[in-house]
């Protein structure tokens, strides 16, 4: 649970306008509780650092998602996922995935090679490596989210309309589309703040409701920082809300 958590904040984290500053930087850090009806189950987060590959500076954002409390006696959870990518264009370089959910592990690296839109996927659990044909402009899980806050049309939506992108995760590349809702003041422990409200489309089934089960509201401002999630899942309802921030490029917009 804590990995749909991690996923949905990782992926769904907007834009703004492109010929702006960037709307992030080193230092960011962002904090997120979760909690499953009335209980506390967890916390995700995500920080930005700096980084060298290949003798080149890069972003290095760190993503991580973990049960606390009781939960962890019946559900641990213990997530890792990292992402190296340009501080220019975003491109990423490469990956990391260490998960541990229930007993069910993973341990993977992916390198991106993208002068040929290639990506070598290392697996560590299992002893293989595979090389994978990737599409245009593709990104991995982590780097989407940072990619998506500096994306040149998130600003032009209207109510309806949606955005879509390629993201690389499981071996597999798939479409990500995030449907534009409307603006909305909410309440959260740092004040009242104005948000743009989306839902990410997802697959029904065995987690989710129905296509449209996620909701998300984002700062609307220059971060874009996502304050509040919610999930109608196939049993119950999953939310998460900001818990903590730090080093923000651009003022944290609250109102008053």
Avoid: C
């Avoid at 990995?3 to 904040?9: A, F, N, T």
């Avoid at 592990?105 to 993208?114: L, R, V």
């Avoid at 939506?157 to 597999?172: C, H, W």
């Avoid at 049993?235 to 003022?251: C, F, I, Q, R, T």
């Amino acid at each position: 649970m804590k990995k749909l958590v991690l996923i949905i904040l990782i992926l769904t984290t907007l834009a703004f306008d492109s010929q702006k500053e960037d709307a992030y930087g080193v230092g960011e850090y962002f904090k997120f509780r979760i909690h499953y009806g009335i209980v506390n189950a967890g916390y995700a987060t995500l920080e930005v650092k700096d980084a060298t590959i290949s003798n080149k500076k890069v972003f290095h954002a760190i993503g991580k998602g973990y049960t606390t409390g009781m939960s962890k006696f019946f559900f641990k959870v213990e997530d890792i996922y990292e992402s190296y990518f340009d501080k220019q264009n975003g491109d990423p370089y490469r990956y990391i995935r260490k998960i541990d959910e229930g007993g069910y592990t993973k341990d993977q690296e992916g390198i991106f090679n993208p002068a040929e839109n290639r990506v070598l996927v290392k697996d560590y659990k299992r002893k293989t490596e595979k090389t994978i044909v990737l599409t245009n402009n593709v990104q991995d899980i982590v780097s989407s989210f940072y990619y998506l806050r500096n994306h040149p049309n998130i600003d032009k939506l209207k109510s309806g309309e949606s955005i879509t992108i390629d993201m690389f995760f499981d071996e597999e590349i798939t479409k990500f589309k995030l449907k534009y809702i409307g603006l909305q003041d909410i309440t959260t422990k740092f004040g009242t703040v104005s948000t743009m409200v989306f839902k990410p489309l997802v697959q029904t089934g065995r987690v989710f409701k129905e296509k449209e089960s996620l909701t998300i509201w984002i700062t609307d401002d220059d971060n874009k920082v996502p304050v509040r999630i919610k999930a109608d899942l196939a049993v119950g309802s999953l939310k998460a809300d900001l818990e903590e921030y730090k080093g923000l490029k651009n003022p944290f917009k609250v109102k008053k």
